[in-house]
């Protein structure tokens, strides 16, 4: 049966990938536009193939095996020296997850995309781009060595790029692509030294070689911490995590179903992947992990806090999809490799569900994202708005939905971490207060209360391509829960313990506060924020802390000014001078070239005289 | 023809730097294109003198063949000077040599 299997394992990542090969070069044969349906069948299409092929192998191969594994080498890749680099894919229980998610809830946009984009001018570019981006992201996932992998990463930032900067003649949206392409390649610089650290110490790259190697390696062995930091830097750029987290916010300058698609559900969950699939070697560093640790509980409550004032729809979602990822990277720093995945899973369908009701919502008010705008839409989109409420209520992890289950897995086992009470617990239960405040701010404010000033014109958008992905992300986001992937055989880790009932209770109780917090600013203060003055806490969370005024100052202006002094770059004056220099002494010559026959013989008879007078005197 | 009266090496050689200085200056201070013709007619004369006067004050007669040569040579350039000055003259209606400037720098 494995065997049988191995060699469809390939097709997951190329029928995308064709599928994007075929979209562009569609105007070849066409010379001119293809149809939209043309051009959403083979973009749906070729992700529904994959999907399809996900599933059939997980159903007949993986379903009942826990440690199941499946790999294929296609071909040699690279062959220099000892780098010896295959085009190979393997496929565990860790893989197969991501790879459900990533073809699952993939297919699920590309679907919901067809109607969302419908009459968009680059409707073809559009879905080449997105399956362009599954490919890559594909190719991260089911890859067997590090260098693969790196490959897929870029191949997700380089789609990231081009699909935050796709309504380009915005240059806006430029700005923000370009922002988002800059800020990861800082985190992709610290992963490629990892990766050139590791190979140099352990004389591969290959992904198990390399835990086996890690695991039996001394204990705070220092260039081990080093090789995960690194790893760490790049896991942080792509997953927007502190301090990398500011280009975040701006990608939402994309289309809403890319929001939901890269920003949210999949690519920016890469990070956390990195640092599953590498648990071994980070385990093997304590340095490492606490890092980890630290920077998804602090990245975890800065965006929050950020989350809590921002005033545009996409924004709120965008904040909180980075403090979620801030929840998985704390799972990771405290050992709990399950949970991160399983939240992974379930934040995919209800951050997913919840990008692609908002754009439902900012589809029917004609472009209008502004919280304050909206109001009372939920008589006006009564099916949206029961989306949105289960994807909030899941996002803030409100008892029996998605979210609750992977959630509680993470506190539980952050509880444990030190054998009680701790910092990292804490910061989860006030995440979790913060979360449920937030994500029902929202609900409140786009659909109860009075009608705002867009919610006149709001004209129902959803058709039928766009309500059967809502509906079925509403589900996986509602039972989600129950589709635990059965990683033991991957991580092994102790089964969590039982922890005392009240933290089970203040687990459960942190987000109904918040709920109950949001609830009670909003009957009190129908129009918040918008027509009184911000506090100076607020302006400083609105901004998202003052990253992006304190990366300007420190590093955009320093950049500019010194640009501004090199504009006549320094040393190419060595080049410019020596042209010059040539050119001057060629002008002296070229006066003495007059044209005057007289001239050259007066010359000749000076030279000859001098020449006879040279002769006589020596 | 007895010896002594030829002229001596000295006079002869004399006689023909002052003829091709003559031609020299009157080839740096005319403009006229046909004086200029004229003016190294008479340089390649004085050399051509030059070498009967050298022939004849060593006895040989190599000095009278280079000067079958030059006379030779002579004739060839004018033949082909004057053809050009002839086309100058068509072209541009004048035979100021400084007109003739195309190819300055």
Not at chain 1, 255 to 260: G, N
Not at chain 1, 389 to 407: D, N
Not at chain 1, 576 to 599: D, V
Request: glycine share 8%.
């Amino acid at each position: 049966m494995q065997d049988f299997f191995a060699p469809f394992l390939a097709w997951i990542p190329l029928l995308p990938l064709l599928g994007f090969v075929l979209l562009i070069a569609l105007p070849l044969f066409h010379l001119r536009e293809p149809p939209e349906a043309v051009s959403a069948v083979v973009g749906v299409g070729s992700v529904c193939l994959s999907a399809l092929l996900t599933l059939l192998i997980m159903w007949t191969l993986f379903l009942n095996n826990p440690s199941a594994v499946l790999q294929v080498s296609l071909w040699q890749w690279l062959k220099v020296g000892a780098l010896q680099l295959g085009f190979d894919f393997y496929l565990d229980w860790l893989g197969m997850a991501m790879l459900l998610v990533v073809t699952g809830v993939g297919f699920l946009i590309h679907l919901y995309s067809a109607g969302y984009m419908h009459g968009d001018d680059g409707y073809r570019r559009y879905f080449a781009y997105l399956n362009l981006f599954v490919g890559a992201m594909l190719i991260l996932v089911m890859a067997d060595n590090l260098l693969l992998l790196y490959l897929g990463w870029e191949g997700v930032g380089l789609c990231s790029y081009l699909l935050i900067g796709f309504w380009y003649r915005n240059s806006a949206n430029g700005d923000a692509a370009r922002k988002a392409f800059i800020v990861t390649r800082i985190g992709d610089t610290a992963m490629l030294l990892g990766l050139i650290l590791l190979f140099s110490q352990f004389g591969t790259l290959s992904i198990r070689a390399l835990n086996t190697a890690a695991a039996s390696a001394p204990a705070n062995n220092l260039t081990v911490t080093l090789a995960a930091l690194l790893l760490l830097g790049g896991a942080v750029g792509k997953s927007a995590q502190l301090p990398l987290q500011t280009w975040l916010p701006d990608a939402m300058a994309g289309p809403t179903p890319v929001s939901a698609l890269i920003h949210a559900a999949t690519m920016v969950t890469a990070g956390v992947y990195l640092i599953a699939r590498m648990h071994p070697l980070f385990n093997a560093s304590e340095t490492a992990m606490s890092a980890v640790g630290i920077v998804g509980a602090l990245t975890l409550l800065l965006a929050g806090f950020s989350a809590m004032v921002q005033s545009d729809i996409k924004r709120v979602l965008a904040y909180s999809t980075i403090s979620q990822i801030g929840y998985m990277f704390l799972a990771l720093g405290v050992g709990a490799w399950t949970g991160a995945i399983f939240h992974l899973m379930t934040h995919a369908f209800f951050k997913a569900l919840l990008f692609l009701s908002a754009g439902s919502v900012i589809l029917s008010l004609h472009h209008e994202q502004s919280l304050f705008s909206m109001g009372g839409l939920r008589r006006k989109l009564p099916f949206t708005f029961g989306c949105f409420a289960i994807g909030c209520a899941s996002l803030a992890a409100l008892p029996f939905t998605a979210g609750f289950y992977s959630k509680d897995q993470i506190l539980l086992k952050a509880w444990e971490y030190q054998g009680g009470f701790n910092g990292i617990w804490f910061t989860g239960i006030l995440g979790a207060l913060i979360t449920g405040f937030y994500s029902f701010r929202l609900l409140f404010l786009v659909f109860f209360g009075n009608d705002g000033p867009a919610s006149a014109q709001c004209k129902d958008a959803n058709n039928g391509v766009m309500t059967l992905p809502l509906s079925v992300l509403a589900v996986l986001a509602l039972f989600g829960g129950l589709l635990t992937p059965p990683l033991q055989r991957v991580f092994t880790q102790a089964p969590a313990g039982h922890a005392p009932l009240w933290v089970e209770g203040v687990a459960i109780a942190a987000p109904i506060l918040g709920l109950a917090l949001a609830w009670l600013l909003f009957r009190h203060n129908t129009s918040p924020m918008e027509s009184r003055g911000k506090s100076a806490l607020e302006k400083l969370w609105f901004s998202g802390w003052g990253f992006d005024w304190l990366y300007h100052r420190l590093l955009v202006q320093p950049l500019t000014s010194l640009a501004r002094i090199n504009r006549n770059d320094i040393l190419n004056s060595i080049y410019n001078g020596t042209a010059f220099i040539c050119r001057q002494l060629h002008n002296l010559l070229s006066t003495s070239q007059n044209g005057l026959i007289r001239w050259y013989i007066a010359s000749f008879t000076c030279g000859a005289i001098i020449f006879l007078a040279l002769l006589v005197v020596l | 023809m007895p010896t002594e009266t030829l002229p001596d090496l000295l006079t002869g050689l004399t006689l023909s730097a002052i003829l091709f200085c003559l031609g020299l200056i009157g080839l740096l201070v005319r403009r006229n294109v046909i004086y200029l013709l004229m003016c190294v007619e008479i340089c390649t004369n004085a050399a051509a003198l030059a070498f009967v006067v050298a022939g004849a004050h060593w006895d040989s007669s190599d000095g009278q063949v280079m000067f079958i040569f030059i006379i030779t040579l002579a004739a060839a350039e004018v033949a082909i000077a004057l053809a050009l000055v002839l086309q100058f003259f068509r072209r541009r209606h004048t035979v100021d040599i400084d007109q003739l400037n195309g190819l300055r720098g």
